[in-house]
């Protein structure tokens, strides 16, 4: 009996595993929060490859004094960009537009403006003549 039990767990183990989850809801603040931590990555790749720039240059700059001071012929350095410093980290959240001009499809506290055009609908969407 127990080995027919086992063999009934084991052989559902693989459903489980194969169940998709549903994908989360996020709020306004979680998708911001998201966002931010986007560009605080971002930025601190930028950091990193900027440290890795100049760790190179200096490397590189003390390879060739010492390659002058032995007496080896060395060639040229190739010509490369200079290192861009990223400069501090600054956020500035992206703010929601509506949709339409009118803002039909914004909250009702934003569209309380009458629509931005002044022509009636029959001339912006014309009727088709059959």
Not at 11 to 22: E, Q
Request: with cysteine.
């Amino acid at each position: 009996m127990k080995k027919i039990l086992m063999s009934i767990c084991l052989a559902g183990l693989p459903l489980l595993v194969l169940a998709k989850l549903p994908t989360p809801v996020l709020s306004d603040e979680a998708k911001a929060k998201a966002a931010e931590a986007a560009a605080k990555t971002a930025w601190a790749g930028k950091v990193d490859a900027f440290l890795l720039c100049k760790a190179q240059d200096k490397v590189a700059a003390r390879y060739f004094e010492t390659a002058k001071a032995a007496g080896k012929e060395t060639k040229p350095p190739t010509a490369a960009p200079a290192c861009a410093e990223p400069g501090p980290f600054v956020y500035t959240p992206v703010e929601a537009k509506p949709i339409e001009a009118a803002g039909a499809h914004s909250p009702a506290a934003t569209a309380t403006s009458p629509p931005s055009t002044k022509q009636p609908d029959a001339v912006v969407n014309p009727a088709k003549k059959p």
